[in-house]
């Protein structure tokens, strides 16, 4: 019985015929404006392609983590890989209905896998989501806008049983037919309480939900890596992937990036024989009928599309899987049925190279596809493909906007810091090089010291006898006369002068009286000086007129004030 899935992903024609997918001539790729490119050059390609993500995949009796960055040699390196099992779901019960469980679980498993990043990307079962391939006359980008705006495009092109306000919905161009004027649009939808459960527990797992893909594109993200790096020969457009589990059932094949999805119904009864059954009879019954809706929806795309499909690349969480694919291989002898390796040339360390090596490592494949994804905040993956581009998270926008804001953060952060450190090198070199020039400008700086202080000794010596002869001047200017008989007075009186005895003024009354006045440091010192002044020629009496208080002091000595008449001889 095929799901409603088999036709969604066909494009339709007017009268309702379809048609085989037309290519992009430029493999969906736009070319680069100069705002991208700035954008890439400036805050580098690590920051253009996204954060690092952790793919988180939820189930009901285990929790599957993995996280994957490249090296400088380009190749993939599995950081961290760690399976959660545990007990306490009821059997049949599914992660929606233990919402609580499965949160604390989550919580463990990464406190016991020491993840580095807080971003989770994970993944929806493709039974919850509402995939759509629809044509829509062709738009620009603001026309698309506007009519995404007013629900008036999805509630023409998407006939949905809910109200679309219920839904949260992702959508992409992925063809642009010009003259047929009209576009490819994918459409992928899921229920709000869904994706807000889903959100929930991751949150409270300690975890923040950047990214909800779809389990099949999770798959297919998943298988692209591996084909490209094991550099796969098979035709790069078509990709073909059975899902064979307890849980989900489908084909999904990968036509010019297009999913086609049918989906494989099989019974109550059949998922017993699947998991607890070893009578062969009932498993050959199984078999036969899964078989025959493979078959079909394998034939009716290579009808459609008249492309061949060789193999189909296998993913189960069934324990016994290779005794069905040998059964598998026997109803369709043309076709292959490989088991997938979604760790097939990825580079994997030693300290978790034994828990890769499993006997069926397919059911890692959603993880895996989900640690391959990248947040595009600058829209990096927007036109590359659109099944790798895919989230449905609710507030997206907003959280891009957050994202692309802390990047231009940290971007302005590196900036000034670096700006800073040029300023800084710039004033340390510029120092440098003022350093050295002023050492040589004070080379013999000793010298020059030296030559100094023998200078201003000089100096000093020559500033007291100038200091004597501006008081020699100073007195000579007391005396009004320029007879030369008043230098000859003023000669004796200065011969006369004893130690400890100065002169402040000499007046000459230009006849036959000088006046002197001055100090001196004691009685003794003033006698002495008007004994030596009545010893000169030119003197005929000197004689104490008055004697002062003392008026300064030298060291603890005081000084007394003084004043003597000596009168000349006539001359």
């Known amino acids: 019985?095929?799901?409603?899935?088999?036709?969604?992903?066909?494009?339709?024609?007017?009268?309702?015929?379809?048609?085989?997918?037309?290519?992009?001539?430029?493999?969906?790729?736009?070319?680069?404006?100069?705002?991208?490119?700035?954008?890439?050059?400036?805050?580098?390609?690590?920051?253009?392609?996204?954060?690092?993500?952790?793919?988180?995949?939820?189930?009901?009796?285990?929790?599957?983590?993995?996280?994957?960055?490249?090296?400088?040699?380009?190749?993939?390196?599995?950081?961290?890989?760690?399976?959660?099992?545990?007990?306490?779901?009821?059997?049949?019960?599914?992660?929606?209905?233990?919402?609580?469980?499965?949160?604390?679980?989550?919580?463990?498993?990464?406190?016991?896998?020491?993840?580095?990043?807080?971003?989770?990307?994970?993944?929806?079962?493709?039974?919850?989501?509402?995939?759509?391939?629809?044509?829509?006359?062709?738009?620009?980008?603001?026309?698309?806008?506007?009519?995404?705006?007013?629900?008036?495009?999805?509630?023409?092109?998407?006939?949905?049983?809910?109200?679309?306000?219920?839904?949260?919905?992702?959508?992409?161009?992925?063809?642009?037919?010009?003259?047929?004027?009209?576009?490819?649009?994918?459409?992928?939808?899921?229920?709000?309480?869904?994706?807000?459960?889903?959100?929930?527990?991751?949150?409270?797992?300690?975890?923040?939900?950047?990214?909800?893909?779809?389990?099949?594109?999770?798959?297919?993200?998943?298988?692209?890596?591996?084909?490209?790096?094991?550099?796969?020969?098979?035709?790069?457009?078509?990709?073909?992937?059975?899902?064979?589990?307890?849980?989900?059932?489908?084909?999904m094949i990968l036509y010019e990036n297009n999913p086609i999805i049918t989906d494989i119904f099989i019974r109550a009864q059949d998922r017993k024989t699947l998991s607890e059954s070893n009578n062969q009879e009932e498993m050959d019954a199984l078999v036969r009928r899964y078989m025959t809706q493979v078959k079909q929806a394998v034939q009716d795309f290579e009808t459609k599309y008249e492309k061949r499909i060789r193999n189909l690349k296998v993913t189960s969480n069934l324990s016994n899987v290779e005794d069905y694919l040998a059964s598998f291989r026997k109803n369709m002898v043309n076709t292959g049925y490989n088991l997938f390796n979604p760790f097939d040339g990825i580079k994997i360390p030693a300290q978790i190279e034994n828990e890769t090596k499993l006997s069926n490592p397919s059911y890692f494949s959603t993880v895996m596809g989900l640690a391959f994804r990248k947040l595009d905040v600058f829209g990096y993956y927007k036109f590359v493909t659109a099944v790798k581009n895919i989230n449905l998270l609710p507030n997206r926008e907003n959280m891009i906007a957050q994202k692309k804001a802390k990047a231009f953060s940290n971007f302005a952060f590196k900036g000034i810091a670096g700006i800073v450190v040029v300023i800084y090198v710039v004033l340390f070199g510029f120092s440098f090089w003022q350093i050295t020039d002023l050492n040589k400008k004070i080379a013999g700086y000793e010298e020059v010291i030296q030559t100094h202080e023998l200078r201003t000794l000089e100096r000093n010596k020559y500033l007291k006898e100038k200091k004597l002869m501006d008081k020699s001047l100073e007195l000579s200017n007391s005396i009004k006369s320029n007879k030369t008989i008043s230098f000859r007075v003023l000669a004796q009186i200065a011969s006369a002068v004893p130690k400890r005895v100065k002169f402040d003024s000499i007046e000459y009354n230009g006849s036959d009286l000088v006046i002197i006045e001055g100090s001196a440091f004691s009685d003794q010192d003033i006698l002495k000086l008007i004994s030596n002044l009545n010893n000169k020629k030119l003197i005929s009496q000197a004689s104490l007129a008055s004697m002062t208080l003392p008026n300064e002091q030298q060291g603890s000595q005081t000084m007394k004030g003084f004043k003597i008449a000596c009168i000349l001889e006539n001359v």
């Open 1 to 251: 019985m095929k799901n409603p899935f088999a036709n969604l992903f066909k494009k339709k024609n007017k009268d309702g015929s379809t048609d085989k997918p037309v290519p992009k001539p430029d493999g969906g790729k736009k070319k680069e404006g100069f705002f991208s490119k700035l954008l890439k050059n400036r805050l580098g390609k690590s920051s253009i392609k996204g954060e690092e993500i952790l793919g988180v995949e939820l189930t009901s009796n285990e929790i599957r983590l993995a996280q994957v960055s490249s090296n400088k040699a380009n190749q993939w390196v599995l950081d961290k890989f760690y399976v959660h099992k545990f007990e306490g779901v009821p059997e049949g019960g599914t992660v929606l209905e233990n919402q609580d469980k499965i949160a604390e679980e989550l919580k463990l498993a990464l406190l016991k896998s020491k993840v580095s990043t807080t971003n989770a990307a994970i993944a929806i079962p493709v039974t919850s989501a509402i995939i759509r391939v629809v044509t829509a006359p062709l738009m620009t980008e603001e026309e698309l806008k506007k009519a995404i705006d007013t629900d008036s495009l999805w509630e023409n092109l998407v006939q949905l049983t809910d109200n679309l306000a219920d839904y949260s919905i992702f959508h992409q161009v992925i063809n642009k037919d010009e003259k047929a004027n009209t576009m490819d649009i994918l459409f992928v939808a899921s229920k709000l309480s869904d994706i807000n459960s889903y959100t929930a527990i991751i949150k409270k797992g300690g975890l923040n939900a950047v990214i909800i893909d779809v389990k099949c594109f999770a798959l297919k993200s998943a298988v692209d890596q591996i084909n490209q790096i094991a550099g796969s020969i098979e035709d790069s457009n078509l990709t073909a992937v059975l899902e064979f589990g307890l849980d989900e059932n489908y084909v």
